[in-house]
């Protein structure tokens, strides 16, 4: 069986268990917190965000070897400003939470409409949201170490400017710059519409574009 | 044989790696014509890859997809529409016209790189394993982006300027 499938049937069996035995939801929520913190050990939101953590090193790796980096601090800047340690129990503590309300609401309306089924999608749900959160963390999170990587390989290289190149844009910070040819300084202290480092992460999540070196 | 110097020749690799990425957003191959048409049959992908679930709830809710798991437990999505028209719905928000310019996602033209500027040899490529697979993947379906052809490497004016200046030469 899957871990994903395992996840939901513990909590399912979890909350069958409370409703049957009567527990009070303070009960329940000790031994929910408890069950997510051993599946969150075992499912994949912990396995993509130490696949990105391996990725990076591996980058890492990579620029030690061809020696670029070695004077540039940006690499490890952009690792620390990762803070997987930290994003990953927030994330953890965000499912503790939101499941909780689930169980909560079905307490609370358990002689009304709210169903056993229904509370038990309703927590499979918020799995989901967070398994798919994880997924853009981890994505944008290797997109930014590319563009990083090769900006700061041409800067080396003597490239001055820079072109905001990509498909079209769907993004108003996007559709604002795209095409746009600026200077290391002018992009170094550009913020997106999300207020991060328009240098390596360009319009911010899942974002598609990028900085093209540019020769006049 | 006369060389380039180094610096030179690491800012033509430059040059070199944006005017193949530019050229292929803008949709032309490497022998200069449009990139092939993408597929209109069903296709199979992976529910994690699938770039937007809310999208891919509507193309559900309008059977134009169907969510299934495979024979080892993993989740899939059968498209029916076709990739064509798949990205079509994906990017519907912009002004996508359709037209093959081998960007979903943007992580793989994102990753191409220089991977060697010297001794008169350029080395474009990829930092990350799945980029290139996914570049090997393009070439093996008839979209070849990785390359210049000659009458660019000595036609186009910013790679001529930086190629036939003398001051590049290591004499």
Same mark, same amino acid.
Request: with cysteine.
């Given at each position: 069986?899957?871990?994903?499938?395992?996840?939901?049937?513990?909590?399912?069996?979890? =909350? &069958?268990?409370?409703?049957?035995?009567?527990?009070?939801?303070? +009960?329940? &929520? +000790?031994?929910?917190?408890?069950?997510? !913190?051993?599946?969150?050990?075992?499912?994949?939101?912990?396995?993509?965000?130490?696949?990105?953590?391996?990725?990076?090193?591996?980058?890492?790796?990579?620029?030690?070897?061809?020696?670029?980096?070695?004077?540039?601090?940006?690499?490890?800047?952009?690792?620390?400003?990762?803070?997987?340690? &930290?994003?990953? #129990?927030?994330?953890?503590?965000?499912?503790?939470?939101?499941?909780? +309300?689930?169980?909560?609401?079905?307490?609370?309306?358990?002689?009304?409409?709210?169903?056993?089924?229904?509370?038990?999608?309703?927590?499979?749900?918020?799995? @989901?949201?967070?398994?798919?959160?994880?997924?853009?963390?981890?994505? @944008?999170?290797?997109?930014?170490?590319?563009?990083?990587?090769?900006?700061?390989?041409?800067?080396?290289?003597?490239?001055?400017?820079?072109?905001?190149? !990509?498909?079209?844009?769907? &993004?108003?910070?996007?559709?604002?710059?795209?095409?746009?040819?600026?200077?290391?300084?002018?992009?170094?202290?550009?913020?997106?519409?999300? *207020?991060?480092?328009?240098?390596?992460?360009?319009? !911010?999540?899942?974002?598609?574009?990028?900085?093209?070196?540019?020769?006049? | 044989?006369?060389?380039?110097?180094?610096?030179?020749?690491?800012?033509?690799?430059?040059? =070199?790696?944006?005017?193949?990425?530019?050229? @292929?957003?803008?949709?032309?191959? %490497?022998?200069?014509?449009?990139?092939?048409?993408?597929?209109? %049959?069903?296709?199979?992908?992976?529910?994690?890859?699938?770039?937007?679930?809310? =999208?891919?709830?509507?193309?559900?809710?309008?059977?134009?997809?169907?969510?299934?798991?495979?024979?080892?437990?993993?989740?899939?999505?059968?498209?029916?529409?076709?990739?064509?028209?798949?990205?079509?719905?994906?990017? #519907?928000?912009?002004?996508?016209?359709?037209?093959?310019?081998? @960007?979903?996602? *943007?992580?793989?033209?994102?990753?191409?790189?220089?991977?060697?500027?010297?001794?008169?040899?350029?080395?474009?490529?990829?930092?990350?394993?799945?980029?290139?697979?996914?570049?090997?993947?393009? =070439?093996?379906? !008839?979209?070849?982006?990785?390359?210049?052809?000659?009458?660019?490497?000595?036609?186009?004016?910013?790679?001529?300027?930086?190629?036939?200046?003398?001051? *590049?030469?290591?004499?």
């Amino acid at each position: 069986m899957k871990p994903w499938q395992d996840t939901s049937n513990r909590i399912e069996a979890l =909350i &069958r268990r409370a409703i049957e035995a009567g527990w009070d939801l303070k +009960k329940l &929520r +000790k031994e929910l917190i408890k069950v997510i !913190g051993k599946i969150a050990n075992e499912t994949n939101l912990l396995n993509e965000i130490f696949s990105a953590d391996s990725e990076i090193k591996l980058y890492k790796g990579n620029v030690t070897i061809r020696g670029l980096y070695r004077k540039d601090k940006s690499l490890q800047t952009m690792y620390a400003e990762g803070d997987f340690d &930290r994003f990953y #129990a927030k994330q953890k503590q965000g499912i503790n939470n939101d499941i909780v +309300k689930v169980v909560k609401d079905y307490f609370r309306n358990k002689d009304s409409k709210y169903t056993e089924s229904k509370c038990i999608e309703n927590v499979k749900a918020v799995m @989901t949201k967070y398994r798919n959160s994880a997924q853009t963390i981890v994505n @944008t999170a290797n997109a930014n170490m590319s563009r990083m990587i090769n900006f700061n390989m041409a800067v080396e290289d003597g490239v001055k400017y820079f072109k905001y190149s !990509g498909p079209p844009a769907e &993004r108003e910070f996007c559709r604002m710059m795209l095409d746009r040819v600026l200077s290391i300084s002018e992009i170094k202290a550009l913020k997106n519409d999300f *207020g991060g480092s328009a240098w390596y992460s360009c319009g !911010g999540w899942n974002c598609r574009h990028r900085w093209d070196a540019y020769i006049e | 044989m006369l060389k380039f110097k180094e610096s030179r020749l690491r800012l033509i690799a430059q040059m =070199i790696n944006s005017i193949i990425k530019e050229r @292929t957003t803008s949709g032309i191959d %490497k022998f200069g014509k449009s990139f092939k048409e993408y597929s209109t %049959k069903p296709f199979k992908t992976s529910y994690k890859g699938f770039p937007n679930k809310g =999208i891919l709830k509507q193309m559900v809710k309008s059977e134009q997809a169907v969510v299934f798991e495979n024979a080892k437990g993993y989740k899939m999505v059968l498209v029916k529409i076709g990739y064509a028209d798949y990205k079509k719905q994906l990017y #519907a928000k912009t002004n996508y016209s359709g037209k093959v310019n081998l @960007t979903l996602s *943007g992580r793989m033209l994102q990753d191409q790189t220089v991977l060697r500027a010297s001794e008169n040899t350029i080395i474009i490529g990829f930092n990350n394993r799945d980029m290139a697979k996914r570049a090997a993947q393009n =070439i093996s379906r !008839g979209r070849d982006f990785l390359g210049l052809p000659n009458e660019v490497l000595l036609n186009d004016p910013r790679l001529s300027k930086l190629i036939f200046d003398i001051g *590049g030469l290591d004499i």
